[in-house]
């Protein structure tokens, strides 16, 4: 158990639709990431938040967006959604904007079916 | 562009004996290289690691390889157990990002057969 809680495990959906997954990182961990992982694909980094704010940004579509709260939890919101966006979404949290070692912490996953 | 590439999808070991596993990279900004265990329906976890500035860590069974010249790193599982059956990632960070993401690699699935 990492300690990176991710919600819901599964979701299915239809095109069109939007949804929003949910994250709370490790205990003290201030920084959260997002990675999508397509069929039989590596993970692809979406957006990183540290403290709230935006902290890097990836290859995130414009139909994608997140937040980071107060409390340091973080979702990411996916509106008009299409087949392509059926995906595993990971999130991932370090203590630091950026981990001495490079260690991310990763949660279970959610996993997205669009139909 | 893929900044990290791992060109074998898949690989069949026998018990007891070495898995290697593989993976190039082209961005010679990279100053940490990590690899990544996953296994069915569970989220990746991290199992070692290495500074640009080594060219080998060791970790009990796990041993990783830099070579910054061939801009090559490998893994090394002895011996190797059937347990140790998942999709392994490669990943590195970017000094020069000045954030934590990783670039992963596309994973190579481990199958040790008993």
């Known amino acids: 158990d990492s300690g990176v809680t991710q919600t819901p495990k599964h979701l299915i959906t239809a095109t069109g639709q939007r949804v929003t997954l949910r994250c709370s990182p490790r205990?003290?961990?201030?920084?959260v990431y997002w990675y999508q992982q397509s069929l039989d694909q590596g993970l692809q980094f979406l957006i990183q938040y540290y403290n709230g704010e935006e902290r890097a940004k990836g290859n995130i579509l414009e139909r994608f967006s997140a937040q980071q709260f107060p409390d340091l939890h973080s979702e990411l919101n996916l509106s008009s959604l299409e087949l392509g966006d059926s995906a595993l979404y990971f999130c991932?949290?370090?203590?630091?904007?950026?981990?001495?070692?490079?260690?991310?912490?990763f949660g279970e996953g959610s996993r997205l079916t669009v139909l | 562009d893929q900044q990290v590439k791992q060109n074998s999808p898949s690989l069949s070991v026998q018990e007891g004996r070495i898995s290697i596993l593989n993976c190039d990279y082209t961005n010679s900004m990279f100053d940490y290289f990590l690899w990544y265990k996953k296994y069915p329906a569970e989220g990746p976890t991290f199992l070692i690691s290495i500074s640009s500035i080594k060219d080998k860590n060791e970790d009990g069974r796990f041993t990783v390889f830099l070579n910054k010249s061939a801009k090559h790193l490998s893994l090394h599982i002895v011996p190797s157990q059937p347990g140790d059956s998942a999709v392994y990632f490669c990943?590195?960070?970017?000094?020069?990002?000045?954030?934590?993401?990783?670039?992963f690699g596309q994973g190579t699935t481990l199958q040790v057969k008993p």
């Open positions: 991932a949290s370090s203590p630091a904007a950026r981990p001495p070692n490079g260690e991310l912490f």
């Open positions: 205990s003290g961990d201030l920084s």
């Open positions: 990943a590195a960070s970017e000094v020069m990002s000045n954030t934590g993401k990783l670039i």
